[in-house]
Antibody, heavy 119, light 109 residues
């Protein structure tokens, strides 16, 4: 069973860049879509972006100008960078794999990593 | 920002059925062929309950079912149980990107 483990700084200052990593174990990166999704405190889920194992990406238009997602098959990890963060970016950030090969919709989720943006 | 609208809350007594709607703004009906539904308990990661409108992953009880009509999809929970009290989110393609609905809180009375 694939396992996903997100990691990040926990606390980021406003205007800085947030960097998150998702470590993948128990399954291959190849063949799958990998999503980042976030959830602000007390609010709903927001899809941020996906990356296919080939490097093809797609972004939420509302975040596209500040986000970069990437895949490193040699390290078995997915990365997300979010620039110029503000308090509105405070959320739990989830990494999620597509349910099956070549399908985007999230089927397997990490436990999430909380991020607070504050000075 | 959500292009998918869900009711904020629905409720029902144990044994009853509840239905959650998910209405989209895309004019392309084919976008709604890929609707998925997720269940989320407080403080936990979401869990896939339905995909491709009507399909259930292995292990999901058959009291959960999905359907679609035009630009609206629905999740029905039949024979409501106390453990079904949770938040539910739909997910679908929105033309060029993917989006979650705003979420529905299901309360078991």
């Amino acid at each position: 069973q694939v396992q996903l483990q997100e990691s990040g700084p926990g606390l980021v200052k406003p205007s800085e860049t947030l960097s998150l990593t998702c470590a993948v174990s128990g399954g291959p990166i190849s063949g799958y879509y990998w999503n980042w999704i976030r959830q602000p405190p007390g609010k709903g889920l927001e899809w941020i972006a996906y990356v296919y194992f080939t490097g093809t990406t797609n972004y939420n238009p509302s975040l596209k100008s500040r986000v970069a997602i990437s895949v490193d098959t040699s390290k078995n990890q997915i990365s997300l960078k979010l620039r110029s963060v503000s308090a509105a970016d405070t959320a739990v950030y989830y990494c999620a794999r597509g349910y099956s090969a070549s399908r985007v919709f999230p089927g397997f989720w990490g436990q999430g990593t909380p991020v607070t943006v504050s000075s | 920002q959500s292009a998918l609208t869900q009711p904020r809350s629905v409720s029902g007594s144990p044994g009853q059925s509840v239905t959650i709607s998910c209405t989209g703004t895309s004019s392309d009906a084919s976008d709604y062929n890929y609707v998925s539904w997720y269940q989320q308990y407080p403080g936990r990661a979401p869990k896939l309950m339905i995909y491709d409108v009507t399909k259930r992953p292995s292990g999901v009880p058959d009291r959960f079912s999905g359907s679609k009509s035009g630009s609206s999809a629905s999740l029905t929970i039949s024979g409501l149980q106390a453990e079904d009290e949770a938040d539910y989110y739909c997910w679908s393609y929105a033309g060029t990107f993917w989006v979650f609905g705003g979420g529905t809180k299901v309360t078991v009375l």
